[in-house]
């Protein structure tokens, strides 16, 4: 009997991807660019024994609490790519938003973040932003995608998240730090549901070290963790944050998911067509 195999990807996404020039990724992850051929090349060849495909898609707006438009330094400027900004750091003026009328919303936000002990907020360079090319899937992986769309006379669910301007949105479970304001930054239910009608989830995308690793965690806290597999030759993480990956995956396992590379994906893949 064929087996309900649900392939999740993971913000396959051109600003995360180390494209050859002349392409310019707004925050390219080392190796991502194979990582998204190798996952194109799964699709194309293991296809036939998947049962579906989930696609989540960062999304955001060029101002946001994660970009260097939301913030600025004592002396007026804007904050490098990859600061770190604390609620201490604020309460000090070392940082502050541009818009004076938010910063008590900012601190409730940065305690918040802080007590749920994942995250401290992190400056990234504008990427994503909604309409442009850097938030288009990768190329190949959206034609390996389509292709099965048309042979499978399915479609690939595509789920959104970061819209909101106010909180960080790693996971694609939800953000991190919900606004009881916008349903769109809770708990993803019918994302939960579609995934617990799977045997097997391979999970696949990037970055490996901060939006992999925050949805894995959150789906394994809905789900049987057994069920998960990351295919580890299809994501990659942030440079800098290789030991927080490495923690990530190694905590997963002992948890009960599995770690597996594309090819031994793909002969599980082939094996399930031909029930």
């Known amino acids: 009997m064929k087996r309900q195999y649900h392939l999740l990807i993971i913000d396959p996404q051109n600003d995360f991807c180390d494209l050859p020039p002349p392409a310019a990724p707004a ?5 991502a660019h194979r990582d998204m051929l190798r996952l194109a090349g799964l699709i194309e060849q293991g296809g036939a024994g998947l049962s579906a495909i989930t696609v989540t898609l960062d999304s955001h707006h060029r101002y946001d609490v994660a970009h260097p438009t ?4 004592a002396d007026g400027a804007a904050p490098g790519p990859f600061t770190q900004i604390a609620a201490a750091d604020v309460r000090a003026g070392r940082y502050l938003p541009r818009d004076a009328a938010a910063l008590p919303r900012v601190l409730s936000y940065l305690d918040a973040l802080e007590s749920a002990g994942r995250y401290q907020l992190m400056v990234w360079p504008v990427h994503c932003e909604i309409g442009s090319w850097g ?3 990768h190329d190949a992986v959206r034609a390996a995608y389509n292709a099965w769309e048309e042979r499978r006379h399915a479609v690939v669910a ?7 301007p106010w909180t960080e949105h790693y996971s694609a479970v939800m953000a ?18 579609s995934l617990s009608q ?11 070290s901060h939006c992999v690793k925050a949805t894995t965690e959150d789906i394994a806290g809905h789900i049987d963790p057994r069920k998960l597999v990351l295919v580890t030759d299809c994501m990659s993480p942030v440079a800098g944050f290789e030991a927080q990956y490495l923690a990530f995956a190694q905590a997963m396992q002992r948890r009960g998911a599995r770690l597996a590379t594309s090819a ?12």
Do not use: C, M
Not at 70 to 73: A, E, L, Y
């Open 70 to 73: 939301f913030w600025q330094t």
């Open 27 to 31: 925050l390219p992850v080392p190796g």
């Open 264 to 275: 031994e994906v793909l002969a599980e893949l082939l094996a399930n067509a031909e029930q």
């Open 176 to 193: 991190e730090v919900p606004d009881p304001a916008d349903p769109a930054s809770q708990l993803n239910r019918e994302l939960i549901a």
């Open 135 to 137: 938030h288009n899937v």
């Open 158 to 164: 595509k789920v959104g998240k970061g819209s909101n």
């Open 198 to 208: 799977a045997d097997t989830i391979y999970i696949t995308g990037e970055a490996g």
